[in-house]
């Protein structure tokens, strides 16, 4: 997925990141983060961004249901403006166990 210009992460219910490809990093990787993978989407946003995605993320894994929104995205210093998609995945059984943004 790092041949896209989306950008793409995993991330499970609790807002850990489990996977992200380089534009996503790009996008909102901060430089004092060394490594994406396991942290919590609450040290790379402002606490109610994060709560936002904590409540959106929800929402998607309750109704089982793709969300699309625009989201303003600030990086380096450029303002840009994006498709938020979440989307559930389900495992073999059905259950939703974790998220695609």
């Known amino acids: 997925m790092d041949c896209t210009a ?4 995993l991330r499970d219910k609790h807002g850990n ?4 490809n380089k534009e996503y990093e790009r ?4 430089a004092n983060i060394t490594r ?3 942290t919590s989407v609450c040290y790379l946003f402002p606490w109610d961004k994060a709560e936002e995605h904590m409540r959106l993320s ?8 793709t969300h699309r929104t625009e ?9 840009t403006t994006h498709i938020l998609m979440l989307t559930p995945l389900r495992n ?3 259950e939703i ?3 695609l943004f």
Do not use: H
Not at 6 to 9: D, E, R
Not at 17 to 20: I, K, Q
Not at 58 to 65: K, P
């Open 6 to 9: 989306s950008a793409v992460c």
């Open 36 to 38: 994406l993978i396991g």
């Open 58 to 65: 929800d929402d998607v894994i309750r109704q089982g249901t």
């Open 71 to 79: 989201v303003a995205v600030t990086a380096a210093g450029i303002n």
């Open 92 to 94: 073999e059984s059905g």
């Open 17 to 20: 990141y489990l996977y992200a």
């Open 97 to 99: 166990p974790d998220y």
């Open 27 to 30: 996008l909102f990787k901060p």
